[in-house]
Structure formats: structure tokens, C-alpha cells
């Protein structure tokens, strides 16, 4: 049985981040700095979804003949699709074509946004079309059950053992091309995950749309996973897509020692939360390969935090956090949140101002996005200006909003990034993270220097 998984890359999407639901690239509008930062985020080659290479594994395991297709259609027996909310409709289209040349193969749409578009995806004209509920590996277990549903919307529900399921295969993708450039400056790259789910309810975050509790993988089989990664694909560093790394502080300090006994130093980055890293967890991942780390800091605004069920954190220990990763050497990408329905220009510049404070070595501002499916979607439906899909890149506004127009947010969206990346503070602080190569070249200046005041002061003496 030949199986075909298609995807695309329409609209810059990168579909294995906001919760499975996709992002985009910045628009570079709004002149030369726009585009320069549009620039610098185009230069990473993001690896394909994690949950595409763990059907690969699936699909094999099941003595299946598996290939890979980037916006091409080719003969299959079942063709998956892994649509993100930006290439929803363009993945839709081909559905369509797919079933008018194949009626007699079978269509299987998987991932985040058909588990929370099910009803709507399911009527599509596609005949011969099944909705995926739940994780995409179940597969595994009930490839059977999903061929033989005449249902157009089938739950397979969620992997009960993480450990039960094979190492991702990489193999059909083009996995050499791979870097991450702003965790990383070796690469290729890759995506890996010691645990799935978020037991937090911030209401805007499509994380939590299938469970609301965290599954952990046994830390000896990640690090094997991360030797194969080694010896099979050459990979250099490894992007954890965990949203709440370190929520089992025992099971990431075993992680960190078998990372440390890895054939090979690698590198590796985490997502969490600034008060789930205690200092002793920092310096033992650092020990062993930790570059960078991913926080979402979103507003300073504790009323709008809590208004959205996000559990706030002292700006102190925020701030406090990124110095303490700094001056160990770690990157800190801090992840910003602007164009709430209520926002002003005063309560985007106070973000954008809090940003510059806290200064992390990179700074994304997103744009509020209603994913459907969250809670937030469902209380702010009627607050919504474009259902266009296609614009849901977490950089473009597409909401109403009381105090400000959609120019007016995607104006003061864009001075976000360029006052906060071009200022002198911001390099003098994050120069050595940003390349961290200088060093290399800094003892060597700096003997040079000592030697040069050594002659001078000989030279005195003698005179």
C-alpha cells in the first residue's frame, strides 16, 4: 500500500509551532528595518512537522511504502494531509483534487487544526475523506479501524505510552538543509520532544485544546533518540518542542546526564517557564549542550494576564531570569504579546518598553491570534474582523478592536521590533550570545593587549 503525505509551504508557514495551529514569517512592511528583520527570520530552514517524521516511523512500522510531497499529487492508496490554519484552505483545494483523481484512495486529514475543525473540514466534497481527531500516532494502533470508518470524523484519541512509539524518521526530508539560527549556530537541525501537553490554562493557547495534563518519555530513550539523531542524520542540535520543559525538574536533571553521555557534544534548546528553571537545573543542562531557551513573558499587564488565565510571574524573577542566562552564556527567546481586544498605543508601547527592560537576546512580538478551538476564540467570535485564514500568521491583525484601528496595530507592531532590536543597549548586552564565535578572538586581543602594555612598561623602566 503506497501512502503519500502532502504539504506545502504556502504563505512561509512553519506548521510544528503555536500549538500544531501554525505561524508565518513578519510581512516586512513598514520599510528597511522591516525588512531586514523579515530577512533574518527567513534564513532558518525549520525542520518539517515532528508529527510528519513520526508517521514516517508509524508508516513504515505498518510495512507501508511511505513518500513525502511538497505541493505536488502523485499516485497513492491514502493520501495525509497535516494542515496549518495558514494553508488551511490551499490544503483544502488539493483535498479536492486529490479526491476527483483518486475517488478510490483514501484521505486522511491529521494535527491540531483538523482536531479543532473537525465538523468544518468534514464538509468538504472530498467523498472519500476521514477527520483524525486526537495524536496523528495513533495510527500505530488503529491504522485498521481508520481505513475501514465510513465515519467523515474518526477519534482515535491519544497515545497512552509515549515510549511506545518509534524514533522519528527524517529520512524522505530534506533534513541536511536544517538550522535554527536563532537557538543554534550548529547545525543541521532537528525537532525532538522528552514530553507533550500543559497543565497551565491560559485560554488563548491551542496547546491545551486536546489535554490539559503532561506525559513524560523515559529521558534514557530521548537521549537515544538523540544518538540516532547523531549517527543517522548528522544532527548537530536539537529543538525540544516541549511547552513546559522542566515541569518534571527530576526527569530533566536525567535528561542532562544522559545528554552528557552522548558520543558527541551537541547542542540543544527548551520552552518553559521562567519558575520552572532553578538555577542548579540551568547549569546542569548548560553543562551539557543547552544554547538557548524559549519564555513566554506576552504583557507586563498583570490585569490582562489574568483576564486570559495566564498565570503571572514577578517582573523581577523575569528580568532576573534572562541576566542569569546571560551571564551564563545562555540565549533567551521571549515571546510578546500585542493587539488585545482592549489594547492601546500606550499599552502596546508599555510591552514594547518592558521588552527593551528585559532585553533577551531575541524578541518576538505576536500579533493575538483567535485560534478556533480555544476559549478565547469562543468569547471573542464576535470581535472578529477576518475569518481569512490565511492571515492567522500571529503577524497580522486580524481582530476588531475598541481603542485602535488594524493599521493602526500592525503600525505599532512593526516599531515593536525596530525599537527594540536597533539600540545600542540591546547589542552591548547580547553581542557575545548573538556570536558567540567572538570569543575565540577576545583572549587572543586581550593577550595581545597585555602584551603591548608589558613592552610600554618595559620600555619606561629601561628609559
Same mark, same amino acid.
Given at each position: 500500500?503506497?501512502?503519500?503525505?502532502?504539504?506545502?509551504?504556502?504563505?512561509?508557514?512553519?506548521?510544528?509551532?503555536?500549538?500544531?495551529?501554525?505561524?508565518?514569517?513578519?510581512?516586512?512592511?513598514?520599510?528597511?528595518?522591516? $525588512?531586514?528583520?523579515?530577512?533574518?527570520?527567513?534564513?532558518?530552514?525549520?525542520?518539517?512537522?515532528?508529527?510528519?517524521?513520526? @508517521?514516517?516511523?508509524?508508516?513504515?512500522?505498518?510495512?507501508?511504502?511511505?513518500?513525502?510531497?511538497?505541493?505536488?499529487?502523485?499516485?497513492?492508496?491514502?493520501?495525509? /494531509?497535516?494542515?496549518?490554519?495558514?494553508?488551511?484552505?490551499?490544503?483544502?483545494? *488539493?483535498?479536492?483534487?486529490?479526491?476527483?483523481?483518486?475517488?478510490?484512495?483514501?484521505?486522511?486529514?491529521?494535527?491540531?487544526?483538523?482536531?479543532?475543525?473537525?465538523?468544518?473540514?468534514?464538509?468538504?466534497?472530498?467523498?472519500?475523506?476521514?477527520?483524525?481527531?486526537?495524536?496523528?500516532?495513533?495510527?500505530?494502533?488503529?491504522?485498521?479501524? &481508520? #481505513?475501514?470508518?465510513?465515519?467523515?470524523?474518526?477519534?482515535?484519541?491519544?497515545?497512552? =505510552?509515549?515510549?511506545?512509539?518509534?524514533?522519528?524518521?527524517?529520512?524522505?526530508?530534506?533534513?541536511?538543509?536544517?538550522?535554527? @539560527?536563532?537557538?543554534?549556530? $550548529? /547545525?543541521?537541525? *532537528?525537532?525532538? %520532544? %522528552?514530553?507533550?501537553?500543559?497543565?497551565?490554562?491560559?485560554?488563548?493557547?491551542?496547546?491545551?485544546?486536546?489535554?490539559?495534563?503532561?506525559?513524560?518519555?523515559?529521558?534514557?530513550?530521548?537521549?537515544?533518540?538523540?544518538?540516532?539523531?547523531?549517527?543517522?542524520?548528522?544532527?548537530?542540535?536539537?529543538?525540544?518542542?516541549?511547552?513546559?520543559?522542566? #515541569?518534571?525538574?527530576?526527569?530533566?536533571?536525567?535528561?542532562?546526564?544522559?545528554?552528557?553521555?552522548?558520543?558527541?557534544?551537541?547542542?540543544?534548546?527548551?520552552?518553559?517557564?521562567?519558575?520552572?528553571?532553578?538555577?542548579?537545573?540551568?547549569?546542569?543542562?548548560?553543562?551539557?549542550?543547552?544554547?538557548?531557551?524559549?519564555?513566554?513573558?506576552?504583557?507586563?499587564?498583570?490585569?490582562?494576564?489574568?483576564?486570559?488565565?495566564?498565570?503571572?510571574?514577578?517582573?523581577?524573577?523575569?528580568?532576573?531570569?534572562?541576566?542569569?542566562?546571560?551571564?551564563?552564556?545562555?540565549?533567551?527567546?521571549?515571546?510578546?504579546?500585542?493587539?488585545?481586544? =482592549?489594547?492601546?498605543?500606550?499599552?502596546?508601547?508599555?510591552?514594547?518598553?518592558?521588552? $527593551?527592560?528585559?532585553?533577551?537576546?531575541?524578541?518576538?512580538?505576536?500579533?493575538? *491570534?483567535?485560534?478556533?478551538?480555544?476559549?478565547?476564540?469562543?468569547? &471573542?467570535?464576535?470581535?472578529?474582523?477576518?475569518?481569512?485564514?490565511?492571515?492567522?500568521?500571529?503577524?497580522?491583525?486580524?481582530?476588531?478592536?475598541?481603542?485602535?484601528?488594524?493599521?493602526?496595530?500592525?503600525?505599532?507592531?512593526?516599531?515593536?521590533?525596530?525599537?527594540?532590536?536597533?539600540?545600542?543597549?540591546?547589542?552591548?548586552?547580547?553581542? $557575545?550570545?548573538?556570536?558567540?564565535?567572538?570569543?575565540?578572538?577576545?583572549?587572543?586581543?586581550?593577550?595581545?593587549?597585555?602584551?603591548?602594555?608589558?613592552?610600554?612598561?618595559?620600555?619606561?623602566?629601561?628609559?
Amino acid at each position: 500500500m503506497k501512502v503519500c503525505l502532502w504539504d506545502t509551504r504556502v504563505n512561509d508557514v512553519q506548521k510544528d509551532f503555536a500549538g500544531g495551529m501554525g505561524v508565518g514569517m513578519p510581512t516586512g512592511a513598514g520599510g528597511l528595518r522591516s $525588512r531586514f528583520i523579515r530577512h533574518m527570520y527567513k534564513r532558518d530552514v525549520r525542520p518539517t512537522a515532528l508529527n510528519f517524521a513520526y @508517521l514516517v516511523a508509524v508508516l513504515k512500522q505498518l510495512g507501508l511504502d511511505v513518500q513525502y510531497r511538497i505541493d505536488e499529487i502523485v499516485p497513492a492508496d491514502v493520501f495525509i /494531509f497535516n494542515p496549518a490554519l495558514l494553508s488551511l484552505d490551499l490544503e483544502m483545494q *488539493t483535498i479536492e483534487k486529490v479526491s476527483a483523481q483518486f475517488p478510490k484512495s483514501k484521505i486522511l486529514i491529521v494535527g491540531q487544526v483538523a482536531y479543532a475543525m473537525a465538523d468544518t473540514i468534514a464538509e468538504s466534497q472530498a467523498e472519500n475523506l476521514t477527520v483524525v481527531k486526537g495524536e496523528p500516532e495513533q495510527l500505530l494502533f488503529k491504522w485498521d479501524e &481508520v #481505513l475501514q470508518t465510513s465515519d467523515r470524523v474518526f477519534d482515535v484519541g491519544g497515545v497512552a =505510552d509515549l515510549d511506545s512509539l518509534p524514533i522519528p524518521d527524517w529520512s524522505l526530508f530534506e533534513f541536511k538543509k536544517y538550522r535554527i @539560527l536563532y537557538d543554534f549556530w $550548529r /547545525f543541521p537541525s *532537528t525537532y525532538i %520532544q %522528552q514530553s507533550r501537553g500543559c497543565t497551565f490554562k491560559c485560554n488563548y493557547c491551542p496547546y491545551i485544546m486536546i489535554e490539559s495534563k503532561t506525559r513524560f518519555r523515559d529521558p534514557v530513550l530521548v537521549a537515544a533518540e538523540m544518538q540516532h539523531g547523531i549517527d543517522r542524520y548528522g544532527f548537530e542540535s536539537f529543538k525540544f518542542r516541549d511547552p513546559l520543559f522542566g #515541569l518534571n525538574r527530576k526527569k530533566a536533571l536525567q535528561l542532562a546526564d544522559e545528554i552528557g553521555r552522548l558520543s558527541k557534544r551537541v547542542q540543544f534548546s527548551i520552552e518553559t517557564r521562567v519558575d520552572l528553571m532553578k538555577k542548579e537545573t540551568l547549569e546542569a543542562l548548560k553543562a551539557v549542550g543547552l544554547t538557548s531557551i524559549t519564555i513566554g513573558i506576552e504583557t507586563p499587564d498583570e490585569h490582562t494576564l489574568k483576564k486570559y488565565d495566564r498565570v503571572a510571574i514577578n517582573d523581577d524573577r523575569q528580568r532576573n531570569f534572562v541576566s542569569t542566562c546571560r551571564a551564563m552564556g545562555i540565549r533567551t527567546v521571549a515571546g510578546f504579546m500585542v493587539g488585545f481586544p =482592549d489594547d492601546t498605543t500606550q499599552s502596546i508601547y508599555d510591552v514594547l518598553n518592558y521588552a $527593551r527592560k528585559v532585553n533577551p537576546t531575541y524578541a518576538n512580538f505576536n500579533i493575538v *491570534t483567535p485560534y478556533p478551538g480555544t476559549q478565547f476564540y469562543n468569547e &471573542v467570535k464576535d470581535d472578529v474582523a477576518d475569518f481569512n485564514f490565511q492571515r492567522y500568521s500571529v503577524y497580522q491583525p486580524v481582530m476588531k478592536y475598541k481603542n485602535l484601528t488594524a493599521d493602526q496595530v500592525k503600525e505599532l507592531h512593526g516599531k515593536c521590533f525596530s525599537k527594540f532590536y536597533f539600540r545600542s543597549r540591546y547589542f552591548k548586552e547580547n553581542g $557575545r550570545l548573538l556570536w558567540p564565535q567572538i570569543d575565540r578572538f577576545l583572549p587572543a586581543a586581550k593577550a595581545e593587549s597585555v602584551s603591548l602594555d608589558q613592552k610600554k612598561e618595559t620600555h619606561r623602566s629601561a628609559a
